[in-house]
């Protein structure tokens, strides 16, 4: 009873802050003032129950913390799915089935979505190296991306680079990158590590937008080669589709490289560093290589998306690389689940699939993203799926 | 083994560390006393270069080890227990084991010493599987020494492994600190502000006061100073 007085409450009161916006419309031309009486009862009703709702899931909220304490919590769904080995495998191979099949009963534009997807869940595992298991909190991320693109553009349009020659070299250079970047910014963290990388990314932006004799400026890099097949002649609906499946394979080889460092002893010691680094150093981890190894792996990644990106769409200019960018593959990482690599694929879905198809609400992104986030750091804080490792034993 | 030789440590311009010289033998238990302050975790800090000494010469079996990076010396055989524990709360029990093993290759041998550490602290065999932040004080306590003797440390520093436990834990600590020493040949290296019990397990003791060291003695004989009894063994007048 006292929950509905309280969403009473905050119904009148949004129905009073709102009347002058929402209710009076003053018609400048005609000199009328038109009172919209129905947006009230709008307002009061919708607000009404959106606040009933938030005190429901609040409510709920604790009682989940409190079911945990008590250590009967059930899983939650993602959790679920992803450890009991029942649900799991099958899970895999329907998710596995759905994009193995995709370009056969998908129309090109989807098929070209599904490949956006797939690249940004290459980035978002990237990101997810260094941001969710080594704790280094990168804001310039996108920054390599833009390494892998124009090194591949440049040397398609000046040399004639073949796609898969360059597909290695550009994962070499964007580790050369990250070496680079990794340095300087060894000794910070946090907020000051951000900024740092936040500057990086922009730094990499401007050179490419206002060095034109090098990067063509803002104008940008056309007629970019696809991936060529064994010399085989495509028309452009095949080479959509095997733009995919070339996509899904490195996607897979993202997946299952992320997941082996995850478990392995450098990703132990990536977690150990971000909980101390004291510990770590009286344990003999040596710092500076393993951050740089961090930095190096996670810009090798989007280097190589990069490269894919170049090749998929043809065309690149500095614009695709805005700090914008940088921020998205964070949200992915942080709304699927720091470290966690079903909650990036997750993450990078959503967040890819659902401004592609909520094209009416285009104008609504940026607050329906600021939204969803409160949301999550409030309902979800350790995001969609929560991170877990395998549990490690040392065999005989 | 170890030999400090006038170290001096700076924290930016405080002088932390003022001509310290130590000298550890072969497979004896010293410890270092002294009050809050007086420098203690900085001398094991410098010795493992996590806080480089800005002058002097640290000799680790006769090699200077000053200047180089923590994780060569730790490579040496020389490894250190922070003080407070200081083990990864997210990480299991055998995880943060394994973290000890970090610079090791020889799985047969780690293997072997992880069944040799489950064997000196039980409660840690029992929970292995269990995330570090969940363990009590003094099983995290246990899993600290166990880490760092899954390095397989020649020399071992442990930084007041008394810090905030019961009195019956350090007990049970300190017996098994002397059984790591017999059993192992371990040499160790205690840094301790409980100077009684301290100096009952340590063969030699030094005295520090401000950055210097005021006093070294054998533990009898540091237990029957008078100056010693006022100042750190509460048993003056």
Known sequence: MGEILKSLKAAIWFMFLTFPIMVIKVNPIEDTVVWRWMNMAYIGVGVFFLSFLWRFMLARRNQGKKAEESGKARMPIGQRIAEEPKIKYPAIALVGAFALTIPFWADMYNTNIMTNVLIYVMLGLGLNIVVGLAGLLDLGYVAFYAVGAY???????????????????????????GVALGFPVLRLRGDYLAIVTLGFGEIIRLVLENWNE????????????????????????????????????????????????????????????????????????DRTKTKLMAFAL?????????????????????????????????????????????????????????PEYFREFSEYRMILFGGAMVLMMVFRPTGIVTAMRQKYTIHK | MLELVNVNTYYGNIHALKDVSIKVEQGEIITLIGANGAGKTTTLMSISGIVPP??????????????????????????????????????????NLDMGAFLRKDASQVKQDLD??????????????????????????????????????????????????????????????????????????????????????????????????????????????????????????
């Not at chain 2, 090699?63 to 083990?87: D, F």
């Not at chain 2, 019956?168 to 017996?175: D, E, G, H, L």
């Not at chain 2, 100096?199 to 520090?208: C, E, H, P, S, T």
């Open chain 2, 116 to 237: 040799y550490v489950y064997e000196l602290f039980p409660r840690l065999s029992e929970r292995r599987t269990q995330q570090g932040g969940t363990l009590s004080g003094g099983e995290q306590q246990m899993l600290a020494i166990s880490r760092a003797l899954m390095a397989r440390p020649r020399l071992l520093l442990l930084d007041e492994p008394s810090l905030g436990l019961a009195p019956i834990i350090v007990k049970q600590i300190f017996q098994i600190i002397r059984k790591i020493n017999e059993e192992s040949r371990t040499t160790i290296f205690l840094v301790e502000q409980n100077a009684n019990l301290a100096l009952q397990v340590a063969q030699r003791g030094y005295v520090m006061e401000t950055g210097k060291v005021t006093m070294t003695d054998t533990s009898d004989n540091l237990l029957a100073n008078e100056e010693v009894k006022n100042a750190y063994l509460g048993m003056g007048e």
């Open chain 1, 151 to 177: 090194s591949y553009a440049l040397l398609n349009h000046h040399f004639g680079a073949n796609f898969w020659v360059v597909l290695p070299m550009a994962g070499f250079l964007g580790a050369a990158f």
């Open chain 2, 54 to 95: 800005r002058s002097g010469e640290i000799l680790f079996e006769g090699k200077p080890i000053q200047g180089m990076p923590p994780h060569e010396i730790v490579s040496m055989g020389l490894c250190q227990v922070p003080e407070g524990r200081r083990i990864f709360p997210h990480l299991t029990v055998s995880e």
């Open chain 1, 298 to 354: 996670g810009a090798t990644w989007a280097s190589m998306a990069g490269v894919v990106f170049a090749a998929k769409s043809t065309f690149i200019n500095p614009p695709s690389f805005s700090f914008w960018e940088s921020v998205l593959i964070l949200v992915i990482v942080v709304m699927g689940g720091m470290g966690s690599v079903v909650g990036v694929i997750l993450g990078a879905s959503i967040i890819v699939l659902l």
């Open chain 1, 214 to 285: 090098f990067s063509m400026g803002p104008s940008g890099i056309a007629n970019i080669d696809r991936p060529p097949f064994f010399g085989i002649k495509m028309d452009l609906f095949q080479k959509t589709d095997f733009m995919y499946y070339v996509v899904l394979a490195l996607a897979i080889l993202t997946i299952i490289a992320v997941t082996r460092l995850k478990n392995s002893r450098i990703g132990r010691a990536w977690i150990a560093l971000r909980e101390d680094e004291i510990a770590c150093q009286a344990m003999g981890v």
